[in-house]
């Protein structure tokens, strides 16, 4: 039980930042592009792609290539429950 507390804090942990939060609800919608993530969270580019690699490096997105852009989406349906409740409970219009 002890290891897999250990596993879930550090899930938590890798979630526990606005920008990788914001960019998770965003993905939980689809796959974007680097620059539609930044328009749509307002955050710049070196920043997004910092919050990105760590979020990749953890296996929680994924990236595809087609030309020039690069296209990122969830890898991880833990993640995507995750931010289900998150807006259910912090985000939803009642």
């Given at each position: 039980?002890?290891?897999?507390?250990?596993?879930?804090?550090?899930?938590?942990?890798?979630?526990?930042?606005?920008?990788?939060?914001?960019?998770?609800?965003h993905l939980t919608?689809?796959?974007?592009?680097?620059?539609?993530?930044?328009e749509?969270?307002?955050?710049?580019?070196?920043?997004l792609?910092?919050?990105l690699?760590?979020?990749?490096?953890?296996?929680?997105?994924?990236?595809r290539r087609?030309?020039?852009?690069?296209y990122?989406?969830?890898?991880?349906?833990?993640?995507h429950?995750?931010?289900?409740?998150?807006?259910?409970?912090?985000?939803?219009?009642?």
């Amino acid at each position: 039980m002890m290891a897999k507390a250990s596993q879930v804090s550090h899930f938590l942990s890798i979630m526990a930042n606005p920008h990788r939060i914001m960019i998770l609800c965003h993905l939980t919608y689809g796959e974007f592009t680097v620059n539609e993530l930044e328009e749509k969270i307002k955050i710049r580019q070196s920043h997004l792609s910092q919050q990105l690699k760590i979020l990749r490096a953890e296996g929680v997105v994924k990236c595809r290539r087609v030309s020039r852009s690069i296209y990122y989406s969830l890898d991880s349906d833990a993640a995507h429950q995750l931010v289900k409740v998150i807006y259910k409970n912090f985000c939803q219009q009642s």
